[in-house]
T-cell receptor, first 113, second 109 residues
Framework: NAGVTQTPKFRVLKTGQSMTLLCAQD?????MYWYRQDPGMGLRLIHY???????AKGEVPDGYNVSRLKKQNFLLGLESAAPSQTSVYFC????????????FGPGTRLTVL | GQNIDQPTEMTATEGAIVQINCTYQ??????LFWYQQHAGEAPTFLSY??LDGLEEKGRFSSFLSRSKGYSYLLLKELQMKDSASYLC??????????WGAGTKLIIKP
């Protein structure tokens, strides 16, 4: 099993450009999450999904959109990138049982110039 | 507001024991997680506590006191590979994880 994978691993954008980050998991997990991690701060939840076809806003959703058309995939879109979106983005997934841990992808390092 | 506090950085010696503390104030409590994150890598799960007391797992143990809003992660027989950041996260009333900023642990020979 590959677990949770993310593409791309690195990306540099100019302000105003758009891009989509792809997360895929092969563990048949119901829940999927997108976080951003910035220096000196905890992981912050951007959006999450509790199942195929569902999405919900997290703590910092502005400037991002998501889609979960297939259970195994969770896409994060930036429509018009801003320098404040420079960060490391992590995708995570877990089963439907709350006490189960989240499994993380390797991360995408995004720089917006 | 919701808040998770943990020390920014700690230093310990190879072979020794270190305790990393975490205090929290959250809207509801459905468990506390500890994760390990090596530099440039993804967080990986270490432990989960939902009841008061100590959970032991090899060289790592985690303690929880819900009445005090307090947890610690205890690492014994430190090895150089334990150099990493340790993240404390609390599951709130909405079953979302609220994350601390992490404690960077530096192990010296």
């Amino acid at each position: 099993n590959a677990g949770v994978t993310q593409t791309p691993k690195f990306r540099v954008l100019k302000t105003g450009q758009s891009m989509t980050l792809l997360c895929a998991q092969d563990m048949n997990h119901e829940y999927m999450y997108w976080y951003r991690q910035d220096p000196g701060m905890g992981l912050r939840l951007i959006h999450y999904s509790v199942g195929e076809g569902t999405t919900a806003k997290g703590e910092v959703p502005d400037g991002y959109n998501v889609s979960r058309l297939k259970k195994q995939n969770f896409l994060l879109g930036l429509e018009s990138a801003a320098p404040s979106q420079t960060s490391v983005y992590f995708c995570a997934s877990r089963t439907g049982q709350e006490h189960n841990e989240q499994f993380f992808g390797p991360g995408t390092r995004l720089t917006v110039l | 507001g919701q808040n998770i506090d943990q020390p920014t950085e700690m230093t310990a010696t190879e072979g020794a024991i270190v305790q990393i503390n975490c205090t929290y104030q959250t809207s509801g409590f459905n468990g506390l997680f500890w994760y390990q994150q090596h530099a440039g890598e993804a967080p990986t799960f270490l432990s989960y506590n939902v009841l008061d007391g100590l959970e032991e797992k090899g060289r790592f143990s985690s303690f929880l006191s819900r009445s005090k809003g307090y947890s610690y992660l205890l690492l014994k027989e430190l090895q150089m590979k334990d150099s990493a950041s340790y993240l404390c996260a609390v599951m709130d009333s909405n079953y979302q994880l609220i994350w601390g900023a992490g404690t960077k642990l530096i192990i010296k020979p």
